[in-house]
């Protein structure tokens, strides 16, 4: 058992907004994870898609120790060398032309939603002629809709949280931004329905991650960016999950060769510090100005050199290449795993992203995988078990987490 001490004090000092698993973990080394009691768990859920590297990677420690000693924070008021390099990479990667850098995914995607505000606005006063100073002087509705998706997950602060489409955790905080209209995903004709002309903006997961691993269809997503081309909307894509050589490419739209206007990152970017960003090319990579946005920490020398050291090893260990092998290897397993249990309905997601949905709840499972197996697995919906691994995992990891899998869902369902 895990520190029953540790887990009663921290019910009395955190903020209780999770019901958390009874285990305290210590330390990792690679994609194991150790408890307070010395207990080894192969890790699946990778800190929820964050760890691509695992856990100890020494080249990634160095560069992060270096920096530690040098400089971490300077402000935006000032250059400093990491967040440009770690830029540069990022843009290269990315195809994009413009880069951000914030301290999470959600801050991520508030920046992204303010440049769809931006270039709306931008658009409006255009219109009105070159000469006005503003809209001051003229009666006008202001407001840019945006077409968000059903299920869709975007993060917590009020103006991602108003893109989620998930009533639950949106009706406590209510109300929120306004102009936000819900399509479904993977269903071109509902993001068609809901265009109008103050439409700004189409963002959606290209990979829907909390909400149950839903890959876009080829079509669903050439058809949105169709349609916001012929309307001069922005495509967003959320790649903060699914993004960084998750699925088997650096970011999963490469898959479908179309190319989102802006795009948020954040999750596997740091392998573990804080960092996310936003990304913009084209007329919205110059969409907001000095004064528009900010941010005291974001991009400081400390967790830019991280991910400068995560792009780096990308590129020497040859990351994005690995995850397709192995994802193709994962598929495979749990493919057999569908056809072997009656109550796993079916397997869905790319690369080092898939989903298993059973017929009944994913938690007991993912309870009995942690706790009798020591198999770290996380949920996604109810019914979904979600593989996030880290991306450095080997196929006998595969084979020993199906292994643990298995007997975790004999345990929780019955053989
Ligand atoms: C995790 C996640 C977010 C939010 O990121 P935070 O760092 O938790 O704020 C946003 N979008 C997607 C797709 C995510 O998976």
New binding site residues.
């Given amino acids: 058992m895990a520190d029953n001490q540790l887990m009663e004090r921290a019910e009395h000092v955190l903020y209780k907004t999770y019901n958390r698993f009874p285990v305290v973990f210590d330390h990792g080394k690679g994609v194991m994870l150790y408890d307070t009691e010395g207990n080894e768990y192969l890790d699946f859920g990778a800190g929820?898609a964050v760890m691509a590297l695992g856990y100890g990677d020494e080249e990634y420690t160095r560069a992060v120790e270096d920096q530690l000693h040098k400089l971490t924070h300077i402000s935006n008021l000032f250059y400093n060398q990491p967040s440009i390099e770690a830029g540069e990479k990022l843009l290269e990667v990315s195809q994009m032309d413009k880069v951000f850098f914030t301290n999470?995914?959600?801050?991520a995607?508030e920046g992204a939603l303010k440049i769809a505000k931006r270039c709306h606005y931008n658009m409006l006063r255009q219109s009105m002629g070159d000469g006005s100073d503003g809209c001051e002087d003229v009666e006008m509705d202001l407001t840019g809709e945006i077409i968000a998706m059903n299920h869709s997950?975007?993060?917590?602060s009020l103006g991602?949280l108003s893109v989620t489409g998930n009533a639950h955790y949106q009706e406590p905080f209510k109300p929120l931004v306004p102009g936000i209209r819900f399509a479904d995903f993977n269903d071109l004709k509902s993001v068609e329905a809901l265009i109008n002309d103050k439409t700004c903006a189409v963002i959606m997961?290209t990979i829907q991650?909390?909400g149950g691993i839903y890959p876009a269809s080829e079509a669903f997503i050439k058809g949105v960016r169709r349609l916001c081309d012929e309307h001069g909307l922005l495509l967003i894509l959320?790649e903060?999950?699914c993004g960084m050589g998750r699925s088997g490419k650096m970011f999963a739209w490469q898959h479908y060769g179309v190319k989102p206007d802006v795009m948020t990152v954040?999750?596997a970017l740091g392998n573990g510090l804080p960092i996310?960003a936003f990304l913009a090319c084209g007329k919205a990579a110059g969409a907001m100005v000095p004064g528009d946005h900010g941010t005291t920490y974001g991009g400081n020398p400390l967790v830019t050199a991280g991910a400068k050291a995560v792009l780096d090893i990308f590129e020497e260990r040859r990351i994005v290449d690995h995850v397709k092998e192995t994802g193709a290897y994962l598929s495979g397993k749990l493919d057999q795993v569908v056809e072997k249990y009656a109550v796993v309905k079916e397997r869905r997601g790319m690369g080092l992203i898939q989903g298993l949905e059973l017929t009944g709840p994913a938690t007991p499972v993912v309870t009995a995988a942690l706790l009798e197996q020591k198999l770290v697995l996380i949920s996604a919906g109810t019914n979904i078990i979600r593989f996030v691994p880290p991306l450095v995992i080997g196929k006998a990891d595969v084979d020993e987490m199906v292994k643990r899998l298995e007997a975790a869902i004999d345990s929780a369902y019955g053989k």
């Fill in positions: 929820i999470s995914g959600t801050e995607i997950f975007h993060g917590r991602a997961e991650g909390e959320d903060i999950q954040a999750k996310g």
